[in-house]
């Protein structure tokens, strides 16, 4: 009947009191499509900005642009140019190995951090503060903050020889053989805390009374971890790796403040190719191909291990 207001039941509880007719169907529309109305604009920018761009990018890659685009298409000459780039050869080396050591060296010690902070240890939160902290920077103030550390002429070597230690030598940052290792330690720095918190909400998840289970059973400490604990982080690991990854992969502020891709070009990584030739080379083309180049790469990384996950975790 029009004008009847009632108090209608819905799995989250009471819907508020509609009146039926003109007004309920109103209200209804609303319920249907605000959802959607208010989403419609960031789905239109995800499209546009991301999938869009990231289409425009390939067909770049196909062209021979150099500082503004030309749609004349060339076929894969770009990626031939590419890969008999030694440049773009070293820098997936660079990669690779601030890939490996960065996301390895961050599991292990944030691992090991929220291991010692799950101890119930004293001020835990005053220490969990200082390995959070870096977290709160950017990666353009922790290089900036480690080029002065690591510079022989300021830091770390200044202050050994100024105490007497004059034989001391740590000169990675201007070493080319050295110098991309200094991007794994300012990294792992900056980094690690985020993945000790991570670690330490998922030790602090798991069931007291498994873990109480097996020492009544007897098992030692070591063998809790390694059968127990450990496996039932298997989600965090997932993540970590997935966000540290992405960070490695996608690295440029942190080489740009801290080396600039040198000495010489001697840490570039992808990112910074793609930047040089695209921005300062023109060579839109050739950049663009690397950006590609880069996408395939986390495609290549991150598609696998989630569709592992996915079917794992659908099995149960």
């Known amino acids: 009947m029009a004008g009847t207001i009632q108090l209608n039941e819905t799995p989250g ?14 209200y209804d529309l609303m319920e249907a499509w605000l959802p959607k109305i208010v989403i419609a604009p960031t789905f239109v920018a995800c ?14 890659s196909l062209t021979p642009s150099r500082l503004l685009p030309l749609y004349e298409f060339v076929g894969i000459e770009q990626y031939q140019a ?31 951090l929220a291991v010692l902070l799950d101890q119930r240890i004293r001020a835990e939160g005053f220490i969990r503060s200082i390995y959070l902290y870096p977290m709160a920077l950017s990666f353009i103030v922790t290089g900036t903050a480690w080029k002065w550390i690591l510079n022989p002429g300021l830091g ?6 100024d105490l007497g230690w004059q034989s001391f030598s740590f000169d990675w940052l201007v070493n080319p053989e050295r110098s991309i290792y ?10 690690s805390g ?4 991570l670690f330490l909400a998922g030790l602090r998840g798991i069931d007291d009374s498994i873990i109480k289970a097996a020492r009544v059973d007897g098992a030692s400490l070591p063998r809790i971890y390694w059968r127990i604990i450990l496996p039932s982080l298997r989600p965090v690991f997932f993540s970590c790796f997935m966000i540290l990854a992405h960070i490695a992969i996608k690295s440029f502020d942190l080489v740009i403040a801290l080396t600039g891709g040198g000495p010489g070009f001697s840490s570039d990584v992808p990112a910074t190719f793609m930047y040089t030739y695209a921005f300062t080379r023109n060579q839109i083309g050739l950049g663009a191909a690397s950006a590609m180049m880069m996408l395939m790469i986390v495609v290549a990384v991150v598609v696998p291990m989630v569709w592992s996950e996915t079917r794992r975790t659908s099995r149960g």
């Open 47 to 60: 499209v546009v900005f991301i999938y869009g761009y990231i289409l425009w990018t390939a067909v770049l």
């Open 82 to 112: 590419l890969f008999g780039n030694d440049r773009w050869w070293l820098a997936l080396k660079n990669l690779l190995v601030f890939g490996i050591l960065f996301v390895v060296v961050c599991l292990i010690v944030g691992l090991l």
């Open 194 to 197: 985020f993945v000790m918190a």
């Open 13 to 26: 509880g009471l819907r508020p009191p509609v009146a039926k007719g003109g007004t309920g169907r109103l």
């Open 182 to 191: 200094t991007v794994v330690i300012a990294g792992v720095w900056q980094s």
């Open 156 to 161: 770390l070597e200044k202050l050994v020889h």
